[in-house]
């Protein structure tokens, strides 16, 4: 059983950058493609970046590209950079884990994604 840990949500005012993380554990985390989504209130969850299994692939939405950034790292943790924040990208940030990615490849529709985090709130104050 994946269970997936969010971390480092919070409070900052806008043009501040905020480090999340996401520990997992269970599961083959090598060979998962994990994604970042956020929800916001009264708005559906919705898509921010993905990092292929292999790290070598990534790819955000419009609205964070140039501002976020995603890592991982062997021991099974996900990273999410978010930097020159706005108000806009205030949120609840899920972590993600897509266990049958494409060879090389990624996912970014929410449906494909079996496993998912608690979440942790950011918000951006302007």
């Known amino acids: 059983q994946v269970q997936l840990v969010e971390s480092g949500g919070g409070l900052v005012q806008a043009g501040g950058s905020l480090r999340l993380s996401c520990a997992a554990s269970?599961?083959?985390?090598?060979?998962?493609?994990m994604g970042w989504f956020r929800q916001a209130p009264g708005k559906e969850r919705e898509f921010v970046a993905v990092?292929?299994?292999?790290?070598?692939?990534t790819y955000f939405a419009d609205s964070v590209k140039g501002r976020f950034t995603i890592s991982r790292d062997n021991a099974k943790n996900v990273y999410l950079q978010m930097n020159s924040l706005k108000p806009e990208d205030t949120a609840v940030y899920l972590c993600?884990?897509?266990?049958?990615?494409?060879?090389?490849?990624?996912?970014?529709?929410?449906?494909?994604?079996?496993?998912w985090g608690q979440g942790t709130q950011v918000t951006v104050s302007s």
């Open positions: 993600a884990a897509d266990s049958d990615p494409p060879p090389g490849g990624f996912k970014t529709f929410r449906g494909a994604y079996e496993y």
């Open positions: 269970g599961g083959t985390f090598q060979r998962y493609g």
């Open positions: 990092i292929a299994w292999s790290g070598g692939t």
